[in-house]
């Protein structure tokens, strides 16, 4: 499939394909700098992607570390059908719902032996909170997306990836993705109804 | 224009985050660390299975092959015990054969004994036989003489002679007779019969 939009417009879609085939038959030969350079290219856009994912925790070496090994094992068998960057971003986002799902589970179970269950977080609007405190109502609402609605919107509206990508990396069709778009935007703007309206 | 906001919002959200914690400057050699102990176990791990499994199925073998032994030499010795007492049976059954031809072979000899034994003349009676046979050669001649050459001494002596030798004959008996026809009447000789 062509690669009609990257983010970095200075490099042609082509181009970029051509040159992540030539990474992957490096790396096939048994060149290690191949690796190297992926790693170098895309660590960054990768890190703050599932930072955005995870809801902003601010340490995601392990998680980065989990999405460069599934990378460098499938590495092999990748078949260039899209961009590096783009398969980097599908396992970013399974890899981000397996940790996801996992802590929610250890979560439950520091719950169930503390017998308590947990408080709804106060989302009434506060007309004196600072911005400090608007931003992290923000991120939190983003965090309490599902992750069906929580992914498209970090995509589109975070990585400002285009709408032929997104669908792409989730694999669902454009419509899917409209439709979690719009849902998300209610959730939010119903979450967050004080900020918008300002 | 809503979209607008919550675009903006999130961005601002996301540029007042907490600083990020740069990535891991040995980010690739942790991975290629990572790789290669997922390698080592990827090897490892079915080789130590394959070992311990080994090792189980020799145990497994090895105590099998222990009582398959013990099995064995019971069965040996049960085997031995039943073939000494077919010996023993065999022996008993050879003995008694063995007697029983002895017994038929004696019996054979036996009967062929008492065929000779009975196939043998008796001597007494071969005896009798030659007094009989000589006092009637005696008794015939005393006849003759009488008869034929008219010696009638001589005829008696010899039938008193065999009345003396042989008195238990019959010819004893027909030497009496004659005696007694030739002193009461001369008899017609040729009609006396023997």
């Known amino acids: 499939m062509a690669e009609t939009s990257e983010k970095t417009p200075d490099n042609p879609a082509n181009i970029n394909i051509i040159n992540d085939k030539l990474l992957v038959k490096q790396f096939n030969r048994g060149d290690d700098s191949a690796f190297d350079r992926i790693v170098e290219e895309n660590s960054a856009e990768i890190a703050a992607f599932a930072n955005q994912l995870l809801g902003w925790p601010g340490d995601v070496d392990d998680i980065i570390q989990d999405i460069f090994f599934a990378a460098f094992l499938g590495l092999k068998k990748f078949r260039c059908d899209c961009s590096i960057k783009t398969w980097l971003f599908t396992i970013t986002i399974n890899k981000c719902r397996t940790y996801r799902h996992k802590q929610m589970l250890r979560l439950k179970l520091l719950l169930k032996t503390a017998g308590q269950i947990p408080l709804a977080s106060n989302r009434a609007a506060d007309k004196t909170m600072t911005d400090k405190e608007t931003f992290n109502r923000v991120r939190r609402a983003v965090k309490a997306l599902p992750p069906k609605y929580r992914e498209p919107v970090v995509l589109k509206y975070l990585q400002e990836l285009p709408a032929d990508k997104i669908v792409k990396i989730l694999g669902i069709s454009k419509n899917a993705l409209q439709v979690r778009l719009n849902r998300a935007r209610q959730r939010l703007k119903k979450d967050l109804a004080e900020l918008i309206e300002d | 224009m809503t979209e607008e906001k919550i675009k903006n919002l999130l961005q601002k959200a996301d540029k007042a985050a907490p600083a990020q914690t740069p990535v891991c400057s040995s980010l690739t050699a942790a991975v290629r660390r990572r790789a290669g102990r997922r390698r080592f176990?990827?090897?490892?791990?079915?080789?130590?299975?394959?070992?311990?499994?080994?090792?189980?199925?020799?145990?497994?073998?090895?105590?099998?092959?222990?009582?398959?032994?013990?099995?064995?030499?019971?069965?040996?010795?049960?085997?031995?015990?039943?073939?000494?007492?077919?010996?023993?049976?065999?022996?008993?059954?050879?003995?008694?054969?063995?007697?029983?031809?002895?017994?038929?072979?004696?019996?054979?000899?036996?009967?062929?004994?008492?065929?000779?034994?009975?196939?043998?003349?008796?001597?007494?009676?071969?005896?009798?036989?030659?007094?009989?046979?000589?006092?009637?050669?005696?008794?015939?001649?005393?006849?003759?003489?009488?008869?034929?050459?008219?010696?009638?001494?001589?005829?008696?002596?010899?039938?008193n002679r065999v009345m003396e030798l042989f008195p238990q004959t019959q010819s004893a008996k027909v030497a009496e007779q004659r005696l007694s026809q030739i002193q009461n009447n001369p008899p017609n000789i040729k009609e006396l019969k023997i």
Do not use: C
């Not at chain 2, 013990?70 to 008694?96: C, G, P």
């Not at chain 2, 006849?143 to 002596?157: F, T």
């Open chain 2, 41 to 159: 176990v990827n090897i490892a791990a079915p080789v130590a299975t394959a070992a311990a499994l080994l090792i189980i199925f020799g145990a497994w073998r090895l105590a099998a092959r222990t009582t398959q032994t013990k099995q064995h030499q019971n069965k040996i010795a049960s085997l031995q015990a039943e073939i000494k007492e077919l010996h023993a049976r065999t022996d008993a059954a050879l003995k008694l054969i063995q007697e029983v031809l002895e017994n038929q072979r004696q019996q054979r000899r036996l009967d062929e004994l008492q065929t000779q034994l009975a196939a043998i003349p008796d001597p007494l009676e071969e005896i009798r036989k030659q007094v009989d046979k000589t006092a009637f050669i005696l008794v015939y001649q005393a006849d003759r003489m009488y008869r034929e050459l008219n010696q009638k001494d001589s005829a008696i002596r010899a039938y």
